[in-house]
């Protein structure tokens, strides 16, 4: 009886008992002061420990991509549910929960095409994106900016990263070829720039690291939750109460039947 309960749930993550917490067969006293959040996200998530270099580079996308404003769905729920009286883990999760296909699945998505790009080979592209949008519509994943035009100011940044740690000999620097290549196509068949975005730019990061698509979303919620804890303390220093998505004098457009004047 205590196997079937002991084996309900098994886990190569974490052995613990009284006085006693090991990370994967790590000590944690051993990794406390000694491993960075990057690190240990790293280690978590994939069971090893990256070198320095690695996360160093892992850090600048998680730190590239923590904030976008209270325009962004995600941060602007969380800011209207502390004026809800929700607290910050909840306010966290509200908005965290947001952090889905439309908003916040970008990177995860464009890994998946990078990666099938980077199977078919490079010159396989045109087919491979022909294939994505007949399967997921015309929609590119990681390529142009609602407000950043005509440029991300992220994504350079964090490319020319990229391309320095592929220069030591850290990341192979494909799959910064590979996107490079897709922003090239979108400007031929657009006839103007289609510059790649922070979640392109990210997205080649954890490509070049090796961490799995959906890994990508999980990492990108990671960095994202910092801007939304910051709004939510922020929004509870600032008071308010029940503050909807726009001012109370703003009106939304009612399209439905209006009464019938039977006069």
Known sequence: MS??????WQ???????????RMRGRPIEDLIGAVSFPQMIWFMTRGD???????????????????????APSIAAAR?????????????????????????????????LYTAIDEAGLDAM??????????????????????????DPRAPRLLDLVRQAA???VVS??????????????????GRPVPMNIDGATAVIFAELGFAA?????????????????????QQQQGGRNKGPTPPHYRWRYTGPNPIDDS
């Not at 886990?11 to 917490?21: L, S, V």
Request: charged share 20%; hydrophobic share 45%; glycine share 12%.
């Open 3 to 8: 196997s079937d309960v002991s084996d309900w």
């Open 11 to 21: 886990t190569e993550i974490i052995d613990m008992a009284p006085g006693q917490i």
């Open 49 to 71: 420990l990256p070198s320095p270099l690695e996360a160093s580079l892992l850090e600048a996308a998680l730190v590239s991509a923590v904030d976008h404003g209270p325009q």
């Open 80 to 112: 209207m549910a502390v004026t809800c009286g929700v607290g910050l883990n909840g306010a966290m999760a509200s908005a965290v929960n947001m952090l889905d296909d439309v908003h916040g699945g970008a990177g995860e998505q464009a890994v998946a």
């Open 126 to 151: 045109p087919r491979v994106l022909k294939q994505w949008r007949i399967d997921h519509g015309q929609y590119v994943p990681g390529f142009g900016h609602r407000f950043h035009t005509p440029k």
């Open 167 to 169: 220069g030591d000999g």
């Open 173 to 190: 620097g494909r799959f910064a070829s590979i996107a490079t290549g897709i922003e090239d196509a979108l400007a031929q068949e657009k």
């Open 214 to 234: 959906p890994l990508a979303r999980g990492l990108f919620c990671l960095s994202r939750s910092v801007g939304i804890l910051a709004h939510a303390w922020e």
